[in-house]
């Protein structure tokens, strides 16, 4: 996929071949992600998009290694985080990477703080941890951390709830960030924030990764974010990425047919209205998916072929891959 | 000119708080033709759920006048409330919470119905199974609780109740914000292919402009529980004159890949409604602010043609 690039741009993050499932006695086994493969460089972003349930969190999780054992469990796959795999790592050894050297922002900035501790004390801790600073170094961070993320520093002994959501959010991303993690996996980051502090927060995260050279996985169900701030695109539907590579590409071509879906499913902010063209039906059930293609029970193209046998990623040119055997009509 | 089917004139609603008063819809005017939708856009704590609650006497208002029908209707005793509850009903947000778990499909759809007791239970059983076509749900749900169904189905259920009394208004508060695109654009749909056959009028309050600009005839924009900007849906993007308008339309994402998009971003964050100090609600985030915006409130004007705005300079920025 991207061959030629290697040697420019180094490969921090490679996702290959996760297959993980949740089992439960009463429904079975849950096939939550099956399959995926993807990269990321030096300084890129990328996109994972899809509905409710398509399996992004549980993604960005094992990538953390948070992933609640049991009921989940990673059947097979590698993920290697700057050539190491982490599934392998020791817990004690995967302690010291998490928050370091990849660090998560998780969607509800309500809940993700501690609502008994200071703000401050909350990154000095993080601080302290990994980069083994003394108490007063590390608030001194902290405090520098703070103004980074647009906070004054006279507030580093605010508790959370005297917040609002967005400067919630500036905070776990100034603990993310404090770091300068390699890696920041992202999971709906400002879905719970209005437009207009979304505008400021999209804006604050973009500067900063640019600023600190970090890597992005950003998990969204919103294609207007995906557009603007992601470099490459993963569009993800029960639990397989059906469409990937650059945003430029994936935007145009939109070569899927559940990606097309999604994209007619929204109404057109500039142009003239038109009926919205819904995707018929529901995602499968993940203990119970499709054998062949699973978009098939849905998909307004799919014949016997689509519903035979799985489809594998096809390049459709050399930043895009789909999943479709249909891709070229 | 018709008479609007519900007209509401410099509508308060204040609510006392340790700190003071706070002023969630203050002075707010606007009418609704039948058959019409109005949208109602602004951000979380601007005050458009509070305003919908009032015009249905969810909440009492604090002053002002609500005109449904030619009759004044701001202050009614409970047996016409009861009346008037009837015809005006509501599609809350949440699916999840909005339906009593421990009633089935049937009896959420025929509580009304039994309420109002103006049909027999075999013409109450009929309509359900009508409602429950219209809406799109499949008849073998009709004895299904709440948890065995998705989100995209539960709103069905909370809008075939909404029609179960054939009401001539429904106030939608973000009926789409909990669900996936592909789903909410399946309820898009239907909530347009009802008013088109049952001429509803519509309030639809959300935060989504794509969603508002699909669905609307014409166009609120609300910042600290006031109107700042009213505009025919096809204008409010080509056209928009308010400076907060601008900024909430240049901040939502559009998915287009654009590397040259260039964007206004506010300053701060939304102010308290909380003893709100005089002049305008929003000079103290906007780029434009002068003397004058501080020291007075500016009045809602009308700039172009049926096209209102609340700012000192508007016709700078027309």
Redesign the interface.
Known sequence: MNGGDRALNETILSVKNLTVEYKSRETGVCHAVNNVSFEVRKGETIGLVG??GAGKTTIALSIMRLLPMPPGRVVSGEILLSGENILAMPNAKMRNIRGDKVSMIFQDPMTALNPIDKVGDQISEMVRLHLKLNRADAAAKAAEMLETVGIPSTRFNDYPHQF????KQRVIIAIALACKPELLLADEPTTAL???????V??MMKELKNEFGTSMVLIT????????TCDRVAVVYAGEIVEIGT??AV??KRSHPYTR??????????G??K?????VG?MPDPTALPKGCKFSPRCPLADDACRQAPVELASVSDTHLVRCIKAAE | MTTPLLQVENLKKYFEVPQGQLHAVDDVSFSINTGETLGVVGESGCGKSTLGRVVLHLLESTDGTIIYNGEDVTRVSASKLKNLRSKMQIIFQDPYSSLDPRMTIYQTISEPMLITKKLSREDIKKRVFELMDVVGLARRFVNAYPHELDGGRRQRIGIARALSLEPEFIVCDEPVSALDVSIQAQILNLLIDIQSEMGIAYIFITHDLSVVKHISNNIIVMYLGQIVEKVASEELFSKQIHPYTKALLSAVPVPVVDHNKERILLKGEISSPVNPKPGCRFAPRCDYARDACFAENPEFREILPEHFVKCHFAEEFV
Do not use: C, K, W, Y
Request: charged share 20%; aromatic share 4%; no cysteine.
């Open positions: 509905e409710t609002s959501g967005g400067m209005d437009v207009t502090i979304q505008a400021q999209l804006n169900h919103d294609l207007g974010v995906v557009a603007e945003a430029d935007f145009e879906g999604l994209f007619d499913s929204l109404p057109d902010i500039t003239a209205r009926r919205l063209i819904p995707i529901l």
